[in-house]
């Protein structure tokens, strides 16, 4: 392993809002008391008004980047270009965290946009390590690897999620981004049962929380849960919250809302639920939504 | 077993054109699931980047039916997938693609208004550049002035259209949109830029364009003159040169040193 930062810097388990383009002008503008942010670095790759604002907001709140184009599951490895543009924002921004996903979304060099699910083989995993350590050494970061929403299973897995991230920490001394919505989604989707994934990852290695809503879609008589990221969130999925609280203690965590993205104040408020809801989970008294 | 560059390929001809039955077959259930399981990353995809054009094409989405768009969108993105991670660059190739597309031959502007926004696309995403004055000109001697070369702002786009469709991309930034646009049967030489943020189109003479066009290619000013005189020959290049300067057009300069004596001569 090259050289890097061993550490990251801390942020305050205080819940963040992704930022999203309809918002980033009166961000700018208002700078409402929001702990943090996180951002598709996608989006600021160009010039113009948004990496402009978004530096800007930069000077007083820390902000994460949290990366859905570098397809580290791809087996013809990381398109070096992209990775480059990454690491110049990563420069410009010096983000307080560095995240990806578990998935892939290149295959001969086309971008499918969409967070495609791996087959979890022993294959794979030499791939993803690859990747990740490659795109670790560029970026000089650790990255936190989030556990994608599925919605298919490959026959040939071999390797239960919890164990493949848990291997890819001890390859790559990479981190885990824990997105409870996705654990919730993929146990309704692919029987894949949250609770034994959040009592198998190694619990230092977890370095953020996600939290989002789910649409529900019939499917030929049956129902499939959507990671659309379009509504509040669910009740099961704060109990999940609770759980990863307790478990990961020092992971701050952050809303997510990428469709029918409601006002500034809806997230900024979603965000306070969040963190009431953590306060009472660790301290272990039933959270009552009267009382909040 | 299926290895991983195969499961990826097939994955990706699954979703942006044909299934193969090796790919269904290794998704976890029987064959109608594992359809409809896989199905439901094809829509993403394809929804995805339909709403990508959209953002990039907004006024080609909006005077088009919207079936329509969708049904040119999809054969679009089949055939061009996007190449880089970064959806605000996606659809460089949409114009081109929309000039050959055999249900749009009866919407002959279509191409130009698709190359028009893509133009103000490239214009949005350009790196910023401070612009020089004309008293930075001063130390130039008058007897460099045809070997000056200069830059232009990095968002500056130039397009030639086959028709006026400034008109409709302007009436779209307009509230209050007129009903019908009458686009004549003039051609439109057009100079994008961002300028404060804001996306400028503007109708220019046909030798400014050619001038300009030569400046943008690192042609010295003796021959981007030449350009602009074969356009019209009363082209007047002093009132071209002063109008870019005075908008914030240039961003640099420097002088050549290959002699250009031969250009200069009449």
């Known amino acids: 392993m090259m050289l890097r930062q061993t550490r990251d810097r801390s942020l305050p388990p205080a819940t963040g809002v992704g ?19 996180e951002v598709h670095p ?48 990563v420069l ?41 350590a ?53 146990e309704h989707n692919c029987s894949a049962p949250a609770a034994e994934w959040l009592a198998g990852v190694p619990a230092a290695a977890v370095g953020e929380i996600h939290l989002a809503g789910h649409a529900r879609n019939a499917i030929d008589g049956g ?37 029918n993205i409601p006002s500034f104040a809806v997230l900024a408020a979603e965000a306070r639920l969040a963190d009431a809801r953590r306060s009472a989970a660790i301290l272990g008294v039933a959270y009552d939504a009267q009382v909040a | 077993m299926l290895k991983l560059r195969d499961l990826q390929s097939g994955v990706r001809r ?35 980047l339909t709403e990508a054009l959209k953002a990039n094409f907004p006024v080609v989405c909006h005077v088009v039916d919207p079936r329509f768009f969708a049904y040119a969108a999809d054969a679009f993105i ?34 130009d208004l698709a190359r028009l926004e893509w133009a103000a696309v490239e214009a949005k995403h350009a790196p910023d550049a401070l612009a020089i004055t004309a008293e930075t000109l001063q130390h130039v001697a008058v007897m460099d002035y045809p070997n000056l070369a200069f830059t232009l702002d990095p968002s500056l786009r130039l397009l030639h259209a086959h028709s006026a469709v400034q008109k409709i ?42 001038f300009i066009t030569a400046v943008q290619s690192g042609r010295p000013l003796a021959q981007a003159g030449e350009a602009g005189l074969a356009a019209d020959p009363f082209f007047d290049m002093a009132t071209a040169l002063r109008r870019l300067l005075v908008e914030d057009a240039f961003v640099g300069f420097s002088v050549l040193s290959t002699p250009t004596e031969e250009a200069l001569e009449p």
């Open chain 1, 19 to 37: 930022l999203r383009a309809p918002h980033l002008a009166e961000v700018v503008a208002r700078r409402p008391a929001v702990p943090w942010f």
């Open chain 1, 42 to 89: 996608e989006n600021f790759m160009g010039g113009g008004s948004a990496i402009a604002a978004l530096i800007s907001i930069r000077h007083d709140t820390q902000v994460s980047l949290h990366g859905v184009g570098l397809s580290l599951g791809s087996s013809e490895g990381i398109d070096a270009q992209h990775l480059a543009r990454l690491r110049s924002l």
């Open chain 1, 92 to 132: 410009r921004l010096d983000p307080v965290l560095v995240s990806e996903h578990l998935s892939w979304s290149i295959s001969s060099g086309m971008y499918l946009n969409d967070l495609l699910p791996l087959p979890y083989t022993e294959e794979a995993l030499a791939v993803v390590s690859r990747n990740i």
């Open chain 1, 134 to 186: 490659q795109a670790q050494d560029t970026l000089g970061r650790r990255l936190l690897m989030e556990n994608p929403s599925r919605y298919l299973g490959w026959r040939h897995s071999t390797i239960p999620e919890p164990e493949f991230l848990t291997e890819l920490v001890r390859r790559t001394g990479c981190g885990i981004l824990c997105d409870v919505n996705n654990l919730y989604v993929t």
């Open chain 1, 223 to 259: 129902e499939m849960l959507i990671d659309d990221h379009g509504d509040h969130v669910a009740e099961p999925v704060w109990h999940l919250f609770a759980d990863a609280a307790r478990l990961f203690p020092d992971a701050p965590a952050l809303i997510e809302w990428d469709s």
């Open chain 2, 14 to 48: 699954a979703v942006l054109g044909n299934t193969r039955p090796e790919i269904i077959a290794a998704i976890l259930g029987g064959e109608p699931e594992a359809e409809a399981r896989l199905n439901i990353h094809r829509h993403h995809v394809l929804h995805s």
């Open chain 2, 78 to 111: 089949r055939s061009n997938p996007p190449t880089k991670p970064c959806l605000a660059e996606y659809g460089d190739a949409f114009p081109d693609f929309l000039s050959g597309f055999e249900p749009a031959r009866g919407l002959p502007y279509l191409a």
């Open chain 2, 169 to 210: 991309w302007a009436a779209h930034q307009d509230e209050h949109e007129p009903e019908t646009i009458d686009l004549g049967t003039e051609q439109a030489w057009l100079m994008v830029r961002r300028r404060e943020e804001v996306i400028e189109v503007v109708s220019i003479d046909p030798a400014t364009f050619a």
